[in-house]
């Protein structure tokens, strides 16, 4: 294509009602090029949806019946608010099916993975074709694309992994014709793909900005735009720490230790078909569409300063003096946490210490009964990791040195710390990490974000 062509992705809670969906109309209309924009199901539904495959899993049919009928409900009215009666065929086609769906289900007394893909899909299905019906009523040149004909996957159901090459084909081939008709905007579902055999999969919760990257890569878009409720990614929870302000652009490497360290930010990796192909990624607010928000980019130009802090709670920390040097701590621990599944937040050996600190989980016991065979325990319950991010930051030891001047001067004891290529991880007490947040937020991010 030789225009320039956008992608942008309108998330669940961008298109949750009438006054939402209205709003990304706005934001399509004020485009000045083409564009594919890739739209999640209506805020809640996915959900509802898993909810339904779940009854079905325990026969409790009238149950998921019920919440079927919720759910065309939400559709139904959702298309006579916004005026757009020529929806309900479409809507009834796809009401009839998941109704053929339940009696096979019922027939079999037994429900696949295959059969729940049919059924998680419907959500995107129609929250695209509603919202790419509405964009022609009202900004023309629209029309819909079921999803299924450009993102192929494998037949891992429920969990599909994306075929990228074939993908690209698809999306090759597929768009240059729709874009060759006048049309200047492609309205497709996110999350939904299709495998060899044509059959619907769904590729992973939170999936379409997955399929979002994926369509840029094959269209070669000019930038993907990833819209959320918030503007940007901030340099902390602005929940927490109302002083949070938008970061302006921020590596693939400190975005992925952002989303790994517990902040609730686009998890890059879902975005990396996209980095991949150098196009750039762009974290905006459909209800401030016109603020900068926050680029992701491949590289970051800034060099050892912070970015910004997660913070995740609900840990433990198990820390111990070893009685000897002994290797076998190591993979004994590490055979627990996969028989487990424990998530380590932080790991550290070194000849007389060992030191992990994990979520807590109903196992936690197992590790405490493996590691006092090898040295004297020390747990502390409740504590919080709040993680600085920065791009090769634990290699500047001039922040390294000022935070630890900081923790002396405010008499701030944290219970460890973990310093890597790309973050300095600190565990303290959870009722003391708010204060310290706070603190760490304003010295180390907000002023090293002003001396930009
Ligand atoms: N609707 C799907 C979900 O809620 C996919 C998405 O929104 O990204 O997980
Ligand atoms: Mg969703």
Redesign the pocket.
């Known amino acids: 294509m030789n225009n320039t062509i956008e992608v942008l992705k309108f998330?669940?809670t961008s298109v949750g009602s009438k006054e939402s969906i209205k709003q990304t109309c706005d934001i399509v209309s004020a485009l000045e090029t083409q564009a594919v924009v890739v739209v999640?199901?209506f805020c809640g539904?996915?959900?509802k949806l898993s909810d339904i495959c779940r009854l079905l899993t325990n026969q409790r049919y009238e149950k998921a019946l019920l919440l079927f009928s919720e759910i065309f409900d939400i559709h139904f009215e959702m298309i006579e608010s916004l005026d757009l009666p020529q929806c309900k065929p479409f809507l009834q086609e796809v009401y009839d099916y998941q109704m053929q769906l339940v009696d096979a289900v019922k027939i079999l007394n037994e429900i696949s993975a295959k059969t729940m893909d049919a059924i998680l899909s419907c959500?995107?299905l129609m929250s695209s074709k509603i919202i790419a019906e509405y964009y022609n009523c009202n900004v023309g040149n629209t029309i819909w694309l079921d999803s299924r004909k450009i993102i192929a996957t494998n037949s891992e159901y429920t969990d599909a992994e994306v075929d990228y090459g074939k993908s690209k084909i698809l999306c090759e081939s597929v768009f240059p014709k729709i874009y060759s008709q006048s049309t200047k905007f492609v309205v497709c579902g996110?999350?939904i793909g299709a495998d060899n055999e044509g059959f619907t999969t769904t590729i992973g919760?939170?999936?379409?900005?997955h399929s979002a990257a994926v369509i840029a890569m094959g269209i070669k878009a000019d930038v993907l735009k990833v819209y959320t409720d918030v503007t940007g990614i901030k340099t902390t929870d602005p929940k927490l720490i109302p002083s949070a302000i938008t970061i302006e652009s921020l590596s693939y490497d400190e975005a992925f230790e952002l989303a790994e360290s517990g902040a609730k930010v686009l998890h890059p990796n879902t975005i990396l078909p996209a980095l991949n192909a150098d196009i750039p990624v762009c974290v905006l607010n459909t209800n401030e569409p016109f603020k900068p928000g926050t680029a992701i980019i491949t590289n970051s130009a800034r060099s050892g300063s912070a970015s910004a802090i997660a913070i995740k709670d609900t840990l433990i920390n198990i820390s111990l003096n070893l009685h000897k040097d002994d290797n076998s701590i190591l993979s004994l621990t590490y055979k627990i946490i996969a028989d487990y599944n424990i998530k380590v937040e932080a790991l550290l050996y070194t000849k007389n210490n060992f030191t992990i600190t994990l979520q807590k989980n109903l196992f936690v016991n197992e590790l405490v009964e493996l590691l006092e065979r090898f040295g004297e325990l020390s747990i502390t319950d409740s504590v919080t990791a709040l993680t600085i991010v920065g791009e090769k930051m634990g290699e500047n030891n001039d922040i390294i040195s000022n935070l630890f001047a900081l923790f002396d001067s405010h008499n701030i004891k944290a219970i460890k710390h973990y310093i890597n290529k790309n973050s300095i991880k600190i565990i303290v007490p959870t009722e003391t990490s708010i204060s310290i947040l706070q603190l760490l937020h304003n010295e180390i991010v907000l002023k090293n974000v002003n001396f930009e």
């Open positions: 998330g669940g999640s199901a539904i996915t959900n959500g995107e996110g999350f919760r939170g999936g379409s900005d």
